[in-house]
Nanobody, 122 residues
């Protein structure tokens, strides 16, 4: 089970930190990805962190601006988003998978959060 927190309205150039709380111990077994879906567009995977070596992956559009991290003790994965742009406006979801190469192709996903809205606007 996953639940996202931290969405909201922010001005262009601002920052937000999203949190994804997972079931206790889940981070020992699952890689976690962050996805987003803008209105009228398909859901896209934007960043991922593995369960084993904590390797991180980023899509080009967020590289250098977003940072994914995890705190196993708190059962939480974070998405720090800096220098936000109006194009980042979307519903953001976290997802978990036990697949070995989940962070390479974002599939298959075992569980989704309910999503949190991020709006970047002046």
């Amino acid at each position: 089970q996953l639940e996202e927190f931290g969405g909201g309205l922010v001005q262009p150039g601002g920052s937000l930190r999203l949190s994804c709380e997972v079931s206790r111990g889940a981070l020992d077994y699952y890689s976690i990805g962050w996805f987003r879906q803008a209105q009228g567009k398909e859901r896209e995977g934007i960043t991922c962190i593995t369960t084993s070596d904590r390797a991180t992956y980023y899509t080009d559009s967020v590289k250098g601006r977003f940072t994914i991290s995890r705190d196993n003790a708190k059962n939480t994965v974070y998405l720090q988003m800096n220098n936000l742009e109006p194009e980042d406006t979307a519903v953001y979801y976290c997802a978990a998978s036990g697949a070995f190469d989940y962070c390479v192709d974002y599939g298959p996903t075992d569980s989704w959060g309910q999503g949190t809205q991020v709006t970047v606007s002046s």
